[in-house]
Structure formats: structure tokens, C-alpha cells
């Protein structure tokens, strides 16, 4: 079954205090991407990797940093959360931006 | 720069009743189109897509799409709706010369018993 995870699922932090969102998708996929959904905003991508070592960035990178060394993985970075980073946060996984994109059961981030 | 928008927030309709989700883009060339749903508590599920071929696509749970080219619209559409069907819909847009994913604002469809 393919599937994405995200870990954690809920996370309080305080301002500045770095932070690691992961993402690990089961389907060797080459494609995958990190969306923040804010109300009335939608989903936002904030980077996206076509392969391992091969990242871009999305519409609201500012602010993140991501890493791809391993097809599985694409962690979040948030070196100094502000709380403007306050979001429901989904990584997803693809054959490639044509295809179906499945989506980890999200991360909900508080920053105070 | 592409762009996808869904000008209801919400829409709302009888079970039973024929149902339209509006997703209108705007991008250089021919696009691809995504239709994604998204239930409480949960990440998206894809629908269909549209890449290439008959305007008419469809899709997961009885859902289709129609591309129209000179609107630029690709409007989710089900000839019945049910209960189950009320839940969160984005619509999402590629350009064909980026590998960027745009999603919309989404679209709260309510079904009323």
C-alpha cells in the first residue's frame, strides 16, 4: 500500500527553536514536495524535489530548508520558526508532478 | 505565472441532487489539472487529472471533470451527490515546462440529506 509519513503529527515549539518535520514515502517515488494549508489559502507548495539531491523551491520558501539524500526521505527544516510558520503542513509523494500525488496525514505546527 | 482559482468557497446541495465544484486557471500553454479531495483530519486524496485527450475525465467515486480550453475551466462535477461526498475539493494546475504544483483556496461542498 502506498503510503507517506510524517512525523511528528502535533508540534508546540517557541520561537527560534530550530526544528525537523520528516517525510518518508514506501513507493520509490521520484517526486515529492512539502504544502502548508492555511484557511483561505489554500495548499501552498514550499519545496518540491524531482530526485535525490534535486530540490526547488515552491511558491513560500522563505523560511524553510529541505534536504533530499535519500529517495525516501525529504525532511522540513525550520531553522528559526517565527509564528507566521503557525500551519498545517503535508508532505506528499509522486512518480513525477503529472501524476498522483499521495499525501502524509499532515503536521499541525503552533509557534508561539 | 500560473494560477488556479475556485470561486466558491462553499457550495451546497441536496443528496440526490447533481453537484459542481468551479476551478477556472491560468497558465501558458496546456496545462495539466488535478482534481484532489480532502475528508476531515485527513490528508488529500487525488481524484482524476487531466493531461491530454478526451475533455470529459473521469474519475474516483463517480466524480468527472471537463477541460474546456476556451474557458479555461475544469469544473468537478457528479450527477448525484451523497452525504459522504461533503468534504474539502482543490483544484490544482502544472504548467507543462515547470514541475511546480499550484493548488486553489479548495471548495467546502456540503450535501444535505
Known amino acids: 500500500e502506498a503510503q507517506v509519513t510524517q512525523n511528528p503529527r502535533y508540534l508546540i515549539t517557541v520561537t527560534g527553536k530550530k526544528l525537523t518535520v520528516t517525510c518518508s514515502q514506501n513507493m520509490n517515488h521520484e517526486y515529492m514536495s512539502w504544502y502548508r494549508q492555511d484557511p483561505g489559502l489554500g495548499l501552498r507548495q514550499i519545496y518540491y524535489s524531482m530526485n535525490v539531491e534535486v530540490t526547488d523551491k515552491g511558491d513560500v520558501p522563505e523560511g524553510y530548508k529541505v534536504s533530499r539524500k535519500e529517495k525516501r526521505n525529504f525532511p522540513l527544516i525550520l531553522e528559526s520558526p517565527s509564528p507566521n510558520q503557525t500551519s498545517l503542513y503535508f508532505c506528499?509523494?509522486?512518480?513525477?508532478?503529472?501524476?498522483?500525488?499521495?499525501f502524509g496525514p499532515g503536521t499541525r505546527l503552533t509557534v508561539t | 505565472a500560473q494560477s488556479v482559482a475556485q470561486p466558491e468557497d462553499q457550495v451546497n446541495v441536496a443528496e440526490g441532487n447533481p453537484l459542481t465544484v468551479k476551478c477556472t486557471y491560468s497558465v501558458s500553454g496546456n496545462p495539466y489539472l488535478f482534481w484532489y479531495v480532502q475528508y476531515p483530519n485527513r490528508g488529500l486524496q487525488f481524484l482524476l487529472k487531466y493531461i491530454t485527450g478526451d475533455n470529459l475525465v473521469k474519475g474516483s467515486y463517480g466524480f468527472e471533470a471537463e477541460f474546456n480550453k476556451s474557458q479555461t475551466s475544469f469544473h468537478l462535477k457528479k450527477p448525484s451527490a451523497l452525504v459522504s461526498d461533503s468534504a474539502l475539493y482543490f483544484c490544482a494546475v502544472r504548467e507543462r515546462d515547470t514541475d511546480k504544483l499550484i493548488f486553489g483556496t479548495g471548495t467546502r461542498l456540503q450535501v444535505f440529506p
Open positions: 506528499a509523494g509522486g512518480q513525477g508532478p503529472t501524476y498522483e500525488q499521495y
